[in-house]
């Protein structure tokens, strides 16, 4: 099972990055696949989700309105597409694929927004 992500970067406050999430070694649209994010110095903090079928996505409300997630099952990839990007969304960001019981996480990928 491998989850590698990609795409990270240093963006400007106000622009827009796509990460992406590209899976292998499970049955991915089988799986949610989820993002979630750890600032410096704090916790993990969760931040979107669609499901199994990609009939249904969830944000936090952190980022509702901001950021979009999609899947290509064709390519087992995820996406976070992250718009109007603040630098309170600085963080590593690590994609999570999750049925119970199991749970599969990415290295992650570093995301900063600065100017």
Known sequence: ??????????VQPGGSLR???AASGF?????????????????????SCISSNADSTY?????KDRFTTSTDNAKNTVYLQMNSLK??????YYCIAITT???????GTQVTVSS
């Open 1 to 10: 099972v491998q989850l590698v992500e990609s795409g990270g970067g240093l």
């Open 19 to 21: 990460v992406s999430c």
């Open 27 to 47: 049955t991915f649209s089988s799986y949610y696949m989820n993002w979630v994010r750890q600032a410096p110095g704090k916790g993990l903090e969760w931040v």
């Open 59 to 63: 944000n936090a409300d952190s980022v």
């Open 87 to 92: 630098p309170e969304d600085t963080a590593v």
């Open 101 to 107: 019981p199991n749970d599969y996480w990415g290295q």
